[in-house]
């Protein structure tokens, strides 16, 4: 059973840094094309950032150069440095697992129609 736990949520001001964990268990972590997405009350989950299994890697145009994502396939974990935080990234963040499949690679990586798995998410609160 898949199953992913996020942490390292929390509040800070803005220009400060975060870094959220996404704890994978119950698949093979290699095989899988991974992903961030935020939410905010009254707006659908948008993609944020995304990582397949040759790590390339795929960014939101409002976070490229201050978001990094990146695994750790021996701790079967996911990450999300968050840097130059500003309060329009507030939102409840969600890691996100889906198998590549036979295709070998992950189309359309920021739709989070493609992901079948999810946590239960993790709030980040960026005050001005």
């Known amino acids: 059973q898949v199953q992913l736990v996020e942490s390292g949520g929390g509040s800070v001001q803005a220009g400060g840094s975060l870094r959220l964990s996404c704890a994978a268990s119950g698949y093979t972590f290699s095989n899988y094309c991974m992903g961030w997405f935020r939410q905010v009350p009254g707006k659908e989950r948008e993609g944020v950032a995304a990582?397949?299994?040759?790590?390339?890697?795929t960014y939101a145009d409002s976070v490229k150069g201050r978001f990094t994502i990146s695994q750790d396939s021996a701790k079967n974990t996911l990450y999300l440095q968050m840097n130059s935080l500003k309060p329009e990234d507030t939102g409840m963040y969600y890691c996100?697992?889906?198998?590549?499949?036979?295709?070998?690679?992950?189309?359309?990586?920021?739709?989070?129609?493609?992901?079948?798995?999810w946590g239960q998410g993790t709030q980040v609160t960026v005050s001005s």
């Open positions: 996100a697992a889906d198998p590549v499949g036979w295709i070998g690679y992950c189309p359309t990586p920021l739709n989070l129609r493609r992901y079948n798995y």
């Open positions: 990582i397949e299994p040759d790590r390339y890697t």
